[in-house]
């Protein structure tokens, strides 16, 4: 390949693994906003001794803080593997090195741990309608 195709292949080839990292950094914002606000009600309620609907309600938000840092750790991991993706992706012609098998792999790795992260947080959106709803209703 000529050097006057060599840029603008590679951040053609970039291209779709940056976008995945630009909605894995606005879906972390949504975690962290999550969290964020479960943090400041446990907070509100770490003193609370007496009422069992209110130690019952800190047990449920302990709950979700844990899950919802679950679910930011794995969205973290997954753009770390996508920035690998675009590292190697630009690697590729500057070394002259083939490192598509290793690119795909991590690729496949930022998928998974997304996947895992959307899950987690799933269990998060499912907990907070536990315990700030009592029992889920059936969807009918």
Aim: hydrophobic share 55%; net charge neutral.
């Amino acid at each position: 390949m000529e050097n006057t195709e060599l840029i603008p292949n590679m951040i053609a080839s970039a291209m779709a693994p940056v976008f995945l990292l630009a909605g894995i950094g606005g879906f972390l914002n949504v975690l962290a906003a999550r969290l964020a606000r479960a943090v400041d009600r446990w907070r509100a309620l770490s003193s609370v001794e007496e009422d069992a609907n209110l130690l019952a309600e800190r047990d449920g938000l302990g709950k979700r803080i844990v899950v919802a840092n679950l679910a930011i750790s794995l969205c973290v991991a997954s753009g770390l593997a996508v920035c690998v993706v675009i590292v190697l992706i630009y690697l590729n012609p500057l070394t002259e090195t083939d490192f598509g098998r290793v690119a795909g792999w991590a690729f496949v790795i930022a998928i998974v741990l997304l996947a895992g992260g959307l899950t987690a947080f799933l269990a998060e959106i499912r907990l907070a309608l536990k315990t700030g709803l009592g029992p889920i209703p059936s969807p009918k």
